[in-house]
């Protein structure tokens, strides 16, 4: 009877594990947008979407109107033939919230 009941705890236990780390691998991490700017500017977004992402050969993407899973994606593999593709070797996931953040808090 005791055991059955133990058993039943640690497999809660572990279904609670597995939930929140299913939860934190999911949701985007948090961006730093000071870095942003920064990893903007290295990533040479700078030079087709300007300075501070207000457009210039490529479309303005200050205060972006996407998800940021939408925002990944497109930085993944862009649907254009004009924008380069920005694999993970090139910008970390965590790298790509830190642009994220930063292009969200620009005024639009
Ligand atoms: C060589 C030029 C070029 C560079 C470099 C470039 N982009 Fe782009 N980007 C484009 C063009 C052109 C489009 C529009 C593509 C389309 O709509 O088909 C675009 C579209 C986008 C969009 C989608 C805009 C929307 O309306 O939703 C995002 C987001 C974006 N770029 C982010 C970035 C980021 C971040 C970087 C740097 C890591 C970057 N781009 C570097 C040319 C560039």
Known sequence: MLNTFRAEAVTLLAVYLILILLLTACSPPT????????????????????????????PKIAALNRSFGSFVRFLRNPDSTS???????????????DIYIWLKTLPE
């Open 31 to 58: 961006g730093n947008a000071e870095n942003g700017q920064r990893w903007f500017a290295m990533h040479n977004c700078t030079s087709c979407h300007g300075k501070n992402g207000t457009g210039g050969r490529a």
């Open 83 to 97: 924008m380069p593709r920005f694999p993970e070797e090139k910008i970390s996931k965590q790298d790509a919230a």
